[in-house]
């Protein structure tokens, strides 16, 4: 569980963000305004901030400035109305790390959070992640899956990377194509698909469940088998 | 062309050259007519004076008894000091009698006539033959050289008055026309970049109210209405698609909650996850719709920087490479030269993956696809061939309006957009889209080269009977 400050002056959409995160085992804080935000986020230990991009009192790019100049490291979702890719940039530029464009679907903002929480956790870890049989050497960028080494290529290694570090939790595919390939268009969702049948191919053991699983109109998840 | 430099061919084009050019040419020949008159009329009066003195000098001689003529001619002669005039008695039978001068041939009787300098002496003269009672031929010739000169002087006069009408006229041309021209290239630049789209643009006026401005001016209200217009369109469509988003995707995430939570049948859980599924599809269209928006927005080119299209396509490649493989289509990458544009490579690799991925789709099992980067004199081309069923001539335009979708690809998924964001994007680049028949197949370009004379999309018309 993870304690989340979310910074949002529309009543409505602060409950929504609430009740998803909630739902998800999550601790809320609620602010609707920049100052007062910062005031909170400057006094309260909190794992994560949810932060609109408009806000009454201070700016959304001003409060997250001002964060990192107080050397408050914690993981940004910005989360704006202002969609153009130039809005984008300078959400993350200011110090966000991740942005979402409203109106969006409330899973996929919790989905987002909580691998902005993972990414942080896993900032200090060791160069070895396993889930299960898998395991991968970040370093030699090798992959092993029971023991057995595995071939993949460029995009699969990073792709299978991505599903490691979020294991357990599902990501839609939208996230795996802006994380993982860095593009934040829709593809559309055989692209990824496929992408994700060829690297099951090259995981799966035939005595074994897949160790990714789809899990229908959300994404996939990674899971230690 | 924008950059270009005036070149003497724009110049002589113009309207105003061609004027000064025109009233040049008229007042030349003025002054042409008005010397030819004065030398004409000079000319006339000279030969006329010199008539009469022949003619008198003729009338004095033919009085003189003919037994006595010759030593009168002789007179005459050594009475001449000045040397113009001369004379000639001729006997009935054209033989020399006395003078100073032998002519071969006489004049006909009674008339004057002009002797080219030569003939007699080295200078010329006016010579008039008279018969004189003995049937004898008096011929009385007088020196018209000054006549000649005058005649040379004037012709030169008219040729050098020529040449210097002639070149005024074409150095005034020329300053007169460059003003005008730099306001048209100006109004031109203007032009196009409303033709791009950029409907905040307007011409330039100058404020002298010449006929420039007039046009301009009519042009600026025009522009204005079209974007007040364009603007009613796009943001009621906007709106709609903004503001039904919103609901949409609560809907949405009630439906998702609903699913969530425990006790829900599995028939009921069913309905759930299609309709959730067909709320994607919505929400993928009004984000796809709003996407084109707002790529139709953007005038301004921050995020362009140098890329490598080369780089690009085979990353295009890579990424679609798994799904061409899963419908046994080969993809293939053609050698391509280190070719390098300016633009926002997201962007440009959006574009050329929404072509891999709708050639992808279109193809049969077992066709092919190739992306190929070339260089061409005007810039690098991006190209996207397949061997499907290709777009006939006459839809091409229409798959790039939002929405369209043909009869006969009704059961391909998509969203009727793909080719209206790849438009969007080119045209944000300034680069031209370009559909053509790839015999079989279709072939789309890329052409990153700034679009010229407002030439954005162009579509090669050949005979194809498939249609997608």
């Not at chain 2, 008229?26 to 003195?53: K, P």
């Amino acid at each position: 569980m993870a304690r989340i400050l979310v910074i949002e002056d529309d009543v409505t959409t602060a409950r929504e963000i609430a009740t998803e995160l909630t739902a998800h085992g999550h601790e809320v804080a609620q602010v609707h305004d920049g100052q007062a935000a910062l005031d909170m986020a400057m006094r309260e230990p909190f794992d994560a901030i949810t932060l609109d991009r408009m806000l009454p009192g201070m700016d959304g790019l001003v409060l997250v400035e001002r964060l990192r100049e107080r050397r408050v490291l914690l993981p940004v979702l910005m989360i704006s109305a202002l969609s153009d890719v130039d809005d984008r940039i300078a959400g993350l530029r200011a110090g966000g790390d991740d942005y979402l464009i409203k109106p969006f679907a409330s899973n996929e903002m919790a989905m987002r959070v909580e691998v902005l929480l993972r990414r942080r956790q896993q900032s200090s870890e060791s160069a070895i992640l396993r889930v299960g049989g898998i395991e991968l050497d970040l370093i030699r960028r090798k992959v092993r899956v029971e023991g057995e080494p595995v071939r993949l290529l460029h995009m699969e290694f990073r792709l299978l990377e991505f599903l490691a570090r979020n294991a357990g939790d599902v990501v839609s595919r939208r996230i795996i194509f802006e994380q993982v390939w860095g593009y934040y268009f829709d593809p559309g969702a055989n692209l990824i698909n496929v992408h994700i049948g060829r690297l099951r191919k090259k995981l799966d053991r035939p005595d074994k469940p897949s160790a990714i699983v789809t899990v229908k109109g959300e994404g996939y998840r990674l899971d230690a088998v | 062309m924008l950059a270009e430099p005036l070149r003497l061919q724009d110049v002589r084009n113009t309207s105003t050259f061609r004027l000064t050019l025109a009233f040049g040419l008229v007042f030349a020949l003025g002054v042409a007519v008005l010397l030819g008159l004065i030398y004409e009329l000079s000319a006339r009066e000279l030969t006329n004076r010199s008539d009469r003195i022949l003619r008198t000098e003729a009338v004095l001689l033919s009085a003189v008894p003919a037994a006595q003529l010759p030593d009168r001619i002789r007179t005459e002669i050594s009475r001449n000091t000045s040397g113009l005039n001369y004379f000639e008695l001729k006997a009935i039978d054209g033989e020399h009698v006395a003078g100073n001068i032998r002519m071969s041939r006489s004049p006909a009787p009674d008339h004057a006539s002009d002797i080219a300098a030569g003939v007699v002496g080295d200078r010329p003269i006016r010579l008039l033959a008279v018969r004189i009672a003995s049937d004898e031929t008096l011929l009385i010739g007088r020196d018209i050289s000054p006549v000649v000169d005058l005649r040379h002087r004037v012709l030169a006069i008219l040729i050098w008055s020529g040449l210097a009408t002639a070149l005024s006229v074409l150095v005034s041309g020329f300053a007169l026309s460059l003003a005008p021209l730099r306001r048209l290239r100006d109004l031109q630049r203007a032009s196009r970049v409303i033709a791009a789209g950029n409907l905040e643009a307007r011409m330039p006026l100058m404020g002298r109210g010449d006929e420039l401005d007039l046009f301009a001016g009519t042009v600026n209200t025009m522009v204005e209405e079209v974007g007040r217009v364009v603007a009613q369109v796009k943001g009621v469509t906007d709106a709609v698609a903004h503001d039904l988003r919103t609901p949409l995707t609560r809907v949405r995430s009630q439906l998702y909650r609903v699913r969530q939570s425990p006790g829900v049948e599995t028939q009921a859980a069913a309905m759930i996850e299609a309709a959730t599924e067909d709320l994607d599809v919505v929400l993928d269209r009004f984000a796809a719709l709003l996407r084109i928006s707002e790529l139709e927005a953007r005038g301004r080119r921050a995020g362009f920087g140098a890329i490598d299209l080369s780089r690009l396509a085979r990353d295009v490649c890579d990424l679609y490479e798994p799904l061409a493989e899963e419908r046994s289509v080969s993809l293939e990458l053609l050698s391509s030269p280190e070719t390098e544009v300016r633009g926002d490579a997201k962007l440009l690799f959006e574009a050329v993956s929404n072509l891999v991925d709708n050639a992808i789709k279109f193809v049969a099992e077992g066709g092919h696809v190739a992306v190929a980067v070339a260089a061409s004199a005007h810039g690098p081309i991006i190209e996207v061939r397949d061997d499907g069923p290709g777009i006939a001539p006459d839809e091409r335009r229409a798959v790039l309006r939002r929405f369209h979708r043909s009869a006969d690809v009704a059961d391909v998924p998509g969203t009727g957009l793909g080719l209206s964001v790849v438009a969007a994007i080119v045209h944000l680049h300034g680069f031209g889209l370009e559909f053509d028949d790839a015999e079989p197949g279709l072939v789309v370009r890329i052409r990153c080269e700034e679009a010229q004379d407002g030439r954005e999309i162009h579509f090669t018309r050949q005979p194809m009977k498939t249609g997608r």
